[in-house]
C-alpha cells in the first residue's frame, strides 16, 4: 500500500509568535553545562514548533530559553534564513554564546535513488545541505531514504554502495550523514535493513538516527534495539504515540510528548544505554494542536518530559 506520510506541511500559525521572539531576542540565556551524571543529553527538533513559522534565529532563541543542550534545525529554514539576508556567521557566533551546539540537521537529498542523473543531483544537494551544517557548527545531517519510500524492492546491496558514497562526500565537507529509518517507507523501515545497509558499507562513520514513531510505525520489535551498537547513534528522534490509530493508519501528526502515550520508552531508553548510547534525544513532534501553543512553554513541556521519561527509566 502506498503510503504518503511526510514531516513537510505546516499550519498558519498565531501571531503570538513574534512577542515571544522579542522576549527571547531581548533575554541573555546562560549557557547550560550538561552534568556529568546525566545520561543523555537534550535537544530541540525545530519541527516540534514547526506550525509557529519561526525563522532561524528565533528558533534558536526559545531552543537555549527552554533548557536545551542542542537543537536540530531543519535545512529548509536554514535556507530560507540565508536567502532572507540572514547571516550564517552570526548565527554560529549566537549558538556559541548560548551553548547550544547543532547536533544534527533535517535535510531531504534524494542520495538512495536507483536513477543515476537524480542520485548525481541528490549529492550535489546533499553537499549544499551539509555546508550550511558545518556554517552554523553542526557536524552531522539526515540521510533518510527519499526518493524511495514507495519503492518495495530497493537493492540494499546498491544501498549501501551509496550510502558510502554519501560518507566519503560528508568526510570531505565534516559533516556525517546518518542513516535514517523511515517507517512510513517501503524501504529502509526496518532495523535490520537499516542495520544491514551501515554494516556493508564499510565505512568508519556509518551510523544510524533512529526514531521512537518511526520503529514503531515501520513494524520493527523494540526488542530489535539490543542489536544496535549505541556507539553508532549520536541523536535519538523522541516522542511517544497512542494506541488509536493502530501502527496501519497511524501518522506523523499522531505524535505525542514523551510519557503522554503508549510507546514502552523506559525499555527503549534502557536499551540503548545498556548498548552504549550516550548521545542526545531529540525532541521531533508533528502535533498540530502543539502548533497552536505558546513556542517557548511547549518547548520546555517536552523537555520536562523528556526528562521525567528518563528518570522514570532508573538508567544507571
Known sequence: MEKKI????????????????????????????REAREPFGYCFNTSTIRGQ????????????????DAIEPWIRDVQAFVDNGG???????RLRELGVTVESAIGFANWIVDDDDKRAEGLETARHDMKLVKALGGNRIAAPPVGATNQSDLDLGQAAVRYRKLLELGAEEG???????WGFSQSLH??????YVATECGHPDACLLLDIYHIYKGGSDFEGLKWVPGSRVH???????????????????????????????????RRLYQSGF??????????RS???????????????????????????
Do not use: C
Open 6 to 33: 511526510h514531516r513537510r506541511q505546516a499550519l498558519t500559525a498565531g501571531g503570538l509568535a513574534a512577542a515571544v521572539a522579542m522576549s527571547a531576542r531581548l533575554t541573555k540565556v546562560p549557557a547550560r553545562q
Open 53 to 68: 513559522k519561526l525563522p532561524l534565529d528565533e528558533q534558536i532563541e526559545v531552543t537555549a530559553k527552554a533548557g536545551y
Open 87 to 93: 547571516d550564517l556567521e552570526k548565527v554560529h557566533d
Open 175 to 181: 559533516v556525517t550523514p546518518q542513516l535514517e529509518l
Open 190 to 195: 526496518l532495523l535490520g535493513e537499516l542495520m
Open 235 to 269: 541523536v535519538l528522534h523522541v516522542n511517544d504515540y497512542p494506541a488509536d490509530p493502530p501502527r496501519d493508519k497511524i501518522g506523523d501528526a499522531d505524535r505525542v510528548h514523551m510519557g503522554d502515550g503508549v510507546a514502552p520508552t523506559s525499555t527503549i531508553l
Open 278 to 287: 550516550r548521545g542526545m534525544l531529540s525532541l521531533e513532534l508533528f502535533n
Open 290 to 316: 502543539y502548533w497552536e501553543q505558546d513556542p517557548l512553554e511547549l518547548a520546555r513541556t517536552g523537555l520536562a518530559k523528556m526528562r521525567a521519561a528518563v528518570q522514570s527509566a532508573r538508567i544507571g
